[in-house]
């Protein structure tokens, strides 16, 4: 069974970082791509970044690119988001997601996600 | 505003028949694959539907998806109160080169 858990999740203070980590069992996981996708509260889901699973190509979203880094530990089973500069708009739920048969251009499972409050 | 649009809201008796719209571009839903995704209330999603109409194992035959042109549908039949959720679609975009959700579908079973 897949299982997907996040954490590092917490209260930062604008301009601050985080390091969320995804933990995964259940598949081999160097053979997928990773997801990380956020929800601000009451608000619908926005794509972040995802990480290829053979080349680890990385893709961003406009909103995060040059501030946040995705990488991933194929040793580990552990796939990272590395939260730079945060500002209030990037207080989200952040689900960890992983790629299904098309890659990171669909995502299959989902973790049950960590919270990220930015604020003073 | 989010790349792909669906209605805000969709509402239904049980046992009739919904269908929520998406809508995109050629560069998202005409050029790749439609996924849909569940989210009931306090949960993390779940994927419903995959490859524009394919079913994951275990999701009821009730839930159908379609794709023609750069437009998406998803068709719950024989509504039940349990399929009272948030329903997202989701593409890849070749031009943004980023995945893209709509901004999501609140059904209600009245």
């Known amino acids: 069974e897949v299982h997907l858990l996040e954490s590092g999740g917490g209260l930062v203070q604008p301009g601050g970082s985080l390091r969320l980590s995804c933990a995964a069992s259940?598949?081999?996981?160097?053979?997928?791509?990773m997801t990380w996708v956020r929800q601000a509260p009451g608000k619908g889901l926005e794509w972040v970044s995802a990480?290829?699973?053979?080349?680890?190509?990385?893709h961003y979203a406009d909103s995060v690119k040059g501030r946040f880094i995705i990488s991933r530990d194929n040793a580990m089973n552990t796939v990272h988001l590395q939260l730079n500069s945060l500002r209030a708009d990037d207080t989200a739920v952040y689900y960890c997601?992983?790629?299904?048969?098309?890659?990171?251009?669909?995502?299959?499972?989902w973790g049950q996600g960590t919270l990220v409050a930015v604020s003073s | 505003q989010s790349v792909l649009t669906q209605p805000p809201s969709a509402s239904g008796t049980p046992g009739q028949r919904v269908t929520i719209s998406c809508s995109g571009s050629?560069?998202?839903?005409?050029?790749?694959?439609i996924y849909w995704y569940q989210q009931l209330p306090g949960t993390a999603p779940k994927l419903l539907i995959y490859?524009?109409?394919q079913r994951p194992s275990g999701v009821p035959d009730r839930f159908s998806g379609s794709k023609s042109g750069t437009s998406a549908s998803l068709a719950i039949s024989g509504l039940r109160s349990e399929d009272e959720a948030d329903y997202y679609c989701?593409?890849?975009?070749?031009?943004?080169?980023?995945?893209?959700f709509g901004g999501g579908t609140k059904l209600t079973v009245l």
């Open positions: 997601a992983k790629g299904g048969i098309d890659g990171y251009r669909g995502v299959d499972y």
């Open positions: 989701a593409a890849w975009d070749d031009s943004l080169n980023i995945g893209v």
């Open positions: 990480i290829s699973a053979l080349t680890g190509t990385t």
């Open positions: 490859r524009n109409n």
């Open positions: 259940g598949f081999t996981f160097g053979n997928y791509a």
């Open positions: 050629r560069s998202n839903i005409g050029n790749n694959y």
